[in-house]
């Protein structure tokens, strides 16, 4: 295909090759149209719902067979021999040498060669050109590969994702892929950088933001959110409108993000609401900050006898965890791997770990606690696994047996499952020291198991322990390392993570192929019901339907036979006896039966790919987490999950309840239990962090300031400074040029959409970070508008005058005005040369600015004084 002279690579291929067509195809899409009319004969006397006839959404099977047999199948011979077609790979760079790559680029075509880039989407496409053209190197745009060749250009840039470039030697003809140019992990590390999961961005995040939703703002306190609006001050830009009690209105300029949060802490409803001027939102951030330096100095307390107590600090046997490593069966994830890297710190660091992972259900928490277990039983300790479960405990007992089998690690499990004489001699090798890795329940945690040398004990679910269990944990924290695996973090577990009292992770990567569970909430209805059992055992499948009712259950079992007569349907739950319930299990994974109807015993960890449809009767009764963990059961390969949610009907349920469902639905993308936590947090209102007294302050302030208050607070201490939490502005570079700069309406219609855009864009660090974002907004709604690029362009010269101390930058088309917040001679000195050097261009001006002389009448001639003034700066 990337040849001149040919039009398609089939020339290349011998001739024995032939068409294939059998009556195969047919018959599939028979059986197909007959299951869609069925279901539509079902359906169509439903007013309420009215359904399209299957004709007029679908070709006919003889349609669609007849139009396959013009397409032949093509098959190779197996005897064919290798084919030369003289090529050789091109040439890779330092991709931190950017001149290279222009000379070489410029070399080649003088001598013939034609070049063609190909970049992996239009956003790249975008940044490549503009990246060159800064060298006075104009690349062209080609519509394709077979556009190029067809054309004289010498060079030019494509839309073609390929893996590795190519050099045709008799074409003189180059193709070059981005890792040829910008290294080998170019693709890797934009990838990583999209999935990147930030908790404080997750918290802060609008996107969630509705009319009427509580908002905080630094210096003027809680309002509610009234919309986007569009105005022309000093050219045209988008603000975020405010309103205040009283109906006071504030507009925020969208390039001032950084000075507003989402409330959380409790619902909008119970969120206060501010009057704009007036000292009373000074106060409550005044008294907010008193309590919080008590906090931080709690928070170093404990700290500090962490630290004095010190961990038992482990030794890592690099060969033997790498052998460990390759016996995972699957890539690790970005977010995984930095999960990994940062427990293993921990391990070997002197003071005790204590951190939190969160991770979707099935995201691999896992095999981090696999890998943190394994280093520290290498190394003579002994490791407690605790699970809410026997089911779970089994389960990992499974797991762990497997993968620790080539080593000489013994693992056991302590559960109800294993007999009482067995249970001794395991309790016995835990206290002489022969057990290495245990697995149990909450048994683990009475004052009568004694280790021999615990080091590590990993947690899995902490929300499903109770108090007790929770106090008991509480006196291990400081002698041992602690590691809590958990799907959806409860608000307490939250708010000590987020508030560095525990250090935390999280996976948000979804595994190669995993696709998200599509999430539905109706009302009883044996039809949906029906196709839903029908269809996933059609596709080879099974369902769990959760009754959560023990009394019950056996009648919902018969309800569901006789719904679906043709499915083997069985039932489990926690008062059976332990062998009934072992075998129902281990019968349902071996796919001896099609349906299992169950209580909320399959909650944590049961790991079934085959099954991928979950009905959950009376959803409403549900918590969050708990709805979350059930929905985690499904879509655990690469197959589409459905769950349904039953309810009586929504003026059936509570308010609470409803907003669970609403919640849950709308958070059905992958690694959204996070984000489905801070939901809890709203909805329950803040647990307390050290004490009842301190609800009150995050219910104050916002749970995102007092976060950031308390970080503050705790940086402050420990530099052995008094926190000085009465400024809490953020200090931006305010850039004023005068031009259009925003999204357009007519660019991104969702406004919702475009507050994220602007709060990441906000958010952004490093300039990488904003072209990333740029790479992003292009590959999703097309090339920037000129009002776009503008937006772009300020946050980079935002970025870059953070290393000159510049306070702000007013310009139009008659000149402007710098201003200065700096205490730095060197600086000073700087400014006072300029002005010497440059006069005609630059003039003093009093309290540290100065005066950009010029006329410029475009956006661009801003852009590029600005940018001289940079150059002339360093």
Same mark, same amino acid.
């Given at each position: 295909?990337?040849?001149?002279?040919?039009?398609?690579?089939?020339?290349?291929?011998?001739?024995?090759?032939?068409?294939?067509?059998?009556?195969?195809?047919?018959?599939?899409?028979?059986?197909?149209?007959?299951?869609?009319?069925?279901?539509?004969?079902?359906?169509?006397?439903?007013?309420?719902?009215?359904?399209?006839?299957?004709?007029?959404?679908?070709?006919?099977?003889?349609?669609?067979?007849?139009?396959?047999?013009?397409?032949?199948?093509?098959?190779?011979?197996?005897?064919?021999?290798?084919?030369?077609?003289?090529?050789?790979?091109?040439?890779?760079?330092?991709?931190?040498?950017?001149?290279?790559?222009?000379?070489?680029?410029?070399?080649?075509?003088?001598?013939?060669?034609?070049?063609?880039?190909?970049?992996?989407?239009?956003?790249?496409?975008?940044?490549?050109?503009?990246?060159?053209?800064?060298?006075?190197?104009?690349?062209?745009?080609?519509?394709?590969?077979?556009?190029?060749?067809?054309?004289?250009?010498?060079?030019?840039?494509?839309?073609?994702?390929?893996?590795?470039?190519?050099?045709?030697?008799?074409?003189?003809?180059?193709?070059?892929?981005?890792?040829?140019?910008?290294?080998?992990?170019?693709?890797?590390?934009?990838?990583?950088?999209?999935?990147?999961?930030?908790?404080?961005?997750?918290?802060?995040?609008?996107?969630?933001?509705?009319?009427?939703?509580?908002?905080?703002?630094?210096?003027?306190?809680?309002?509610?959110?009234?919309?986007?609006?569009?105005?022309?001050?000093?050219?045209?830009?988008?603000?975020?409108?405010?309103?205040?009690?009283?109906?006071?209105?504030?507009?925020?300029?969208?390039?001032?993000?950084?000075?507003?949060?989402?409330?959380?802490?409790?619902?909008?409803?119970?969120?206060?609401?501010?009057?704009?001027?007036?000292?009373?939102?000074? %106060?409550?951030?005044?008294?907010?900050?008193?309590?919080?330096?008590?906090?931080?100095?709690?928070?170093?307390?404990?700290?500090?006898?962490?630290?004095?107590?010190?961990?038992?600090?482990?030794?890592?046997?690099?060969?033997?965890?790498?052998?460990?490593?390759?016996?995972?069966?699957?890539?690790?994830?970005?977010?995984?791997?930095?999960?990994?890297?940062?427990?293993?710190?921990?391990?070997?660091?002197? %003071?005790?770990?204590?951190?939190?992972?969160?991770?979707?259900?099935?995201?691999?928490?896992?095999?981090?606690?696999?890998?943190?277990?394994?280093?520290?039983?290498?190394?003579?300790?002994?490791?407690?696994? &605790?699970?809410?479960?026997?089911?779970?405990?089994?389960?990992?007992?499974?797991?762990?047996?497997?993968?620790?089998?080539?080593?000489?690690?013994?693992?056991?499990?302590?559960?109800?499952?294993?007999?009482?004489?067995?249970?001794?001699?395991?309790?016995?090798?835990?206290?002489?020291?022969?057990?290495?890795?245990?697995?149990?329940?909450?048994?683990?945690?009475?004052?009568?198991?004694?280790?021999?040398?615990?080091?590590?004990?990993?947690?899995?679910?902490?929300?499903?322990?109770?108090?007790?269990?929770?106090?008991?944990?509480?006196?291990?924290?400081?002698?041992?390392?602690?590691?809590?695996?958990?799907?959806?973090?409860?608000?307490?577990?939250?708010?000590?993570?987020?508030?560095?009292?525990?250090?935390?992770?999280?996976?948000?990567?979804?595994?190669?192929?995993?696709?998200?569970?599509?999430?539905?909430?109706?009302?009883?209805?044996?039809?949906?019901?029906?196709?839903?059992?029908?269809?996933?055992?059609?596709?080879?499948?099974?369902?769990?339907?959760?009754?959560?009712?023990?009394?019950?259950?056996?009648?919902?079992?018969?309800?569901?036979?006789?719904?679906?007569?043709?499915?083997?349907?069985?039932?489990?739950?926690?008062?059976?006896?332990?062998?009934?319930?072992?075998?129902?299990?281990?019968?349902?994974?071996?796919?001896?039966?099609?349906?299992?109807?169950?209580?909320?015993?399959?909650?944590?960890?049961?790991?079934?790919?085959?099954?991928?449809?979950?009905?959950?009767?009376?959803?409403?009764?549900?918590?969050?987490?708990?709805?979350?963990?059930?929905?985690?059961?499904? +879509?655990?390969?690469?197959?589409?999950?459905?769950?349904?949610?039953?309810?009586?009907?929504?003026?059936?349920?509570?308010?609470?309840?409803?907003?669970?469902?609403?919640?849950?639905?709308?958070?059905?993308?992958?690694?959204?239990?996070?984000?489905?936590?801070?939901?809890?947090?709203?909805?329950? +209102?803040?647990?307390?962090?050290?004490?009842?007294?301190?609800?009150?302050?995050?219910?104050?302030?916002?749970?995102?300031?007092?976060?950031?208050?308390?970080?503050?607070?705790?940086?402050?201490?420990?530099?052995?400074?008094?926190?000085?939490?009465?400024?809490?502005?953020?200090?931006?570079?305010?850039?004023?040029?005068?031009?259009?700069?925003?999204?357009?309406?007519?660019?991104?219609?969702?406004?919702?959409?475009?507050?994220?855009?602007?709060?990441?864009?906000?958010?952004? +660090?490093?300039?990488?970070?904003?072209?990333?974002?740029?790479?992003?907004?292009?590959?999703?709604?097309?090339?920037?508008?000129?009002?776009?690029?503008?937006?772009?362009?300020?946050?980079?010269?935002? &970025?870059?005058?953070?290393?000159?101390?510049?306070?702000?930058?007013?310009?139009?088309?008659?000149?402007?005005?710098? %201003?200065?917040?700096?205490?730095?001679?060197?600086?000073?000195?700087?400014?006072?040369?300029?002005?010497?050097?440059?006069?005609?261009?630059?003039?003093?001006?009093?309290?540290?600015?100065?005066?950009?002389?010029?006329?410029?009448?475009?956006?661009?001639?801003?852009?590029?004084?600005?940018? &001289?003034?940079?150059?002339?700066?360093?």
């Amino acid at each position: 295909m990337f040849f001149t002279e040919t039009a398609t690579l089939f020339d290349y291929l011998p001739t024995n090759t032939r068409m294939i067509h059998t009556g195969k195809t047919l018959a599939i899409l028979k059986t197909w149209d007959k299951q869609v009319n069925a279901r539509y004969q079902e359906r169509r006397h439903d007013i309420q719902r009215p359904v399209i006839k299957p004709e007029d959404l679908y070709l006919s099977p003889l349609e669609v067979n007849e139009t396959l047999t013009k397409y032949p199948t093509i098959l190779l011979n197996q005897n064919l021999k290798a084919l030369d077609f003289h090529t050789q790979l091109p040439n890779r760079f330092n991709p931190e040498i950017h001149d290279n790559q222009v000379k070489w680029l410029k070399n080649q075509t003088s001598h013939g060669k034609r070049i063609l880039i190909a970049a992996d989407s239009l956003g790249r496409v975008d940044v490549i050109k503009r990246l060159f053209l800064k060298e006075q190197l104009v690349i062209k745009e080609s519509k394709s590969i077979a556009a190029f060749i067809q054309t004289n250009e010498q060079l030019a840039i494509t839309i073609a994702p390929i893996e590795n470039g190519c050099n045709f030697q008799q074409h003189n003809l180059i193709i070059l892929d981005e890792s040829c140019l910008f290294g080998t992990r170019a693709n890797r590390a934009r990838k990583k950088k999209r999935f990147k999961a930030n908790p404080d961005e997750i918290i802060s995040n609008l996107s969630e933001l509705h009319i009427g939703s509580a908002i905080v703002h630094i210096d003027h306190g809680v309002g509610r959110y009234r919309g986007l609006e569009t105005h022309h001050f000093e050219g045209e830009a988008e603000f975020l409108v405010l309103e205040y009690f009283g109906g006071d209105k504030l507009f925020v300029p969208v390039s001032s993000l950084h000075l507003v949060s989402r409330y959380t802490g409790s619902s909008s409803e119970k969120a206060p609401w501010h009057k704009l001027g007036g000292d009373r939102w000074q %106060k409550i951030r005044e008294k907010a900050a008193k309590k919080i330096k008590d906090v931080a100095a709690e928070l170093l307390q404990l700290y500090a006898i962490r630290e004095s107590r010190g961990g038992k600090r482990v030794s890592v046997n690099e060969n033997e965890y790498l052998q460990f490593c390759q016996g995972f069966p699957f890539g690790e994830t970005d977010d995984q791997l930095t999960t990994i890297e940062a427990v293993i710190e921990d391990l070997k660091s002197p %003071k005790s770990m204590d951190r939190v992972v969160c991770g979707d259900v099935g995201f691999g928490k896992t095999e981090v606690a696999l890998r943190a277990a394994f280093v520290t039983a290498n190394d003579t300790k002994q490791v407690a696994i &605790l699970v809410p479960t026997t089911l779970l405990a089994q389960q990992h007992f499974d797991n762990f047996l497997d993968r620790f089998a080539p080593f000489p690690i013994r693992v056991e499990v302590l559960s109800r499952f294993v007999k009482k004489s067995e249970q001794t001699k395991i309790l016995e090798g835990v206290t002489d020291g022969t057990v290495d890795i245990v697995i149990g329940t909450h048994k683990l945690l009475q004052k009568d198991i004694k280790f021999k040398n615990l080091g590590l004990i990993v947690i899995d679910e902490e929300h499903r322990f109770g108090v007790r269990q929770k106090e008991r944990l509480k006196k291990l924290r400081a002698e041992v390392d602690i590691l809590t695996l958990t799907a959806t973090p409860i608000p307490r577990t939250l708010n000590t993570a987020l508030s560095g009292l525990r250090d935390l992770s999280i996976i948000a990567t979804p595994p190669k192929a995993r696709l998200s569970v599509k999430t539905q909430v109706i009302e009883w209805d044996n039809a949906i019901i029906k196709e839903a059992c029908q269809r996933e055992i059609q596709r080879g499948g099974q369902v769990y339907f959760l009754h959560n009712d023990v009394k019950t259950i056996e009648q919902m079992a018969e309800t569901v036979q006789k719904l679906v007569p043709q499915a083997r349907v069985r039932v489990a739950h926690g008062q059976m006896h332990e062998s009934e319930l072992q075998h129902t299990m281990l019968d349902f994974h071996k796919m001896r039966f099609n349906i299992l109807v169950c209580s909320t015993i399959i909650e944590n960890g049961i790991d079934i790919p085959t099954a991928n449809t979950i009905i959950m009767n009376r959803a409403d009764k549900l918590g969050l987490a708990q709805m979350h963990q059930l929905r985690g059961r499904v +879509g655990r390969s690469h197959h589409k999950a459905f769950a349904y949610m039953l309810i009586p009907g929504l003026k059936a349920i509570s308010k609470d309840a409803a907003k669970r469902l609403e919640a849950i639905v709308s958070l059905e993308d992958l690694g959204s239990g996070f984000t489905l936590a801070t939901h809890d947090l709203e909805i329950r +209102g803040a647990g307390e962090l050290l004490g009842d007294e301190q609800s009150g302050q995050i219910q104050a302030i916002g749970f995102s300031l007092y976060c950031e208050l308390l970080e503050r607070a705790v940086e402050a201490l420990n530099d052995g400074e008094e926190p000085q939490l009465d400024d809490l502005s953020i200090h931006e570079t305010e850039i004023e040029l005068n031009i259009p700069s925003l999204l357009p309406d007519e660019f991104i219609h969702d406004v919702y959409l475009r507050l994220t855009f602007y709060k990441r864009l906000s958010q952004c +660090g490093s300039i990488e970070d904003v072209n990333d974002l740029r790479v992003e907004l292009i590959d999703r709604f097309g090339l920037l508008p000129d009002q776009a690029k503008n937006l772009f362009e300020i946050k980079i010269l935002q &970025l870059k005058s953070k290393a000159f101390d510049i306070k702000s930058i007013q310009l139009n088309q008659y000149g402007g005005t710098v %201003k200065f917040d700096t205490k730095s001679d060197d600086m000073l000195r700087k400014l006072i040369t300029l002005i010497q050097s440059k006069h005609l261009q630059y003039k003093p001006m009093p309290n540290n600015a100065i005066r950009i002389l010029g006329d410029f009448l475009y956006a661009e001639q801003r852009f590029d004084v600005i940018e &001289l003034l940079f150059a002339d700066l360093a």
